[in-house]
């Protein structure tokens, strides 16, 4: 789109087009792309589609835990991020996440998968609503509820 731009903005400077004809190209363009990046950040956020994605639990051990998980329910792990020691589990998605910080036997976080997440729409909601989020390798792009839970906002992956 930049290209397009820069076009438009040559022809208006060498006398091709009026500022009137320039405006309605950059008008157009702005409609054009109101489907990504900033101008979807208007779209409203919308919970009603919402799902719990997984939850994030903090282990003393991540072996006994892995064994614990996939003997009892019979989940398999779906990925692993080593640097972070964090471990996903599940079946065709992640339910459990599991990751050996301390203190432990508590619940890190609970993700909210939603079916049109937009990351600069959500920030723009939190901020309306008083919040701030963050956005770490072990709780996402989240925000801490009043009892100071973690809470995740993601992209539901199974409903793109």
Known sequence: MESVILDLVSRFEKG???RRELVQ??????GVGAGTGAASA????????????????????LQKSTEFYTKL????VLSEDKPNGIIRMGF????????????????????IGMTRFNRDAMNAYLKE???TSTNNP????????????SIQFMQDADRK
């Open 129 to 131: 609503h008083g919040q």
């Open 92 to 111: 065709t998605k992640p339910l459990v996440s599991i990751n050996p910080v301390k203190p432990t036997g508590i619940v890190d976080h609970f993700a």
């Open 16 to 18: 091709g087009l009026t």
């Open 138 to 149: 072990f709780q996402g792009f989240s925000i801490k509820d009043p009892d100071g839970v």
């Open 73 to 76: 329910f019979g989940f398999t």
């Open 25 to 30: 190209g950059l008008a157009m363009l702005v």
């Open 42 to 61: 208007q779209e409203p956020v919308d919970f009603k589609g919402a799902i719990i994605d997984h939850v994030s639990i903090q282990v003393a051990d």
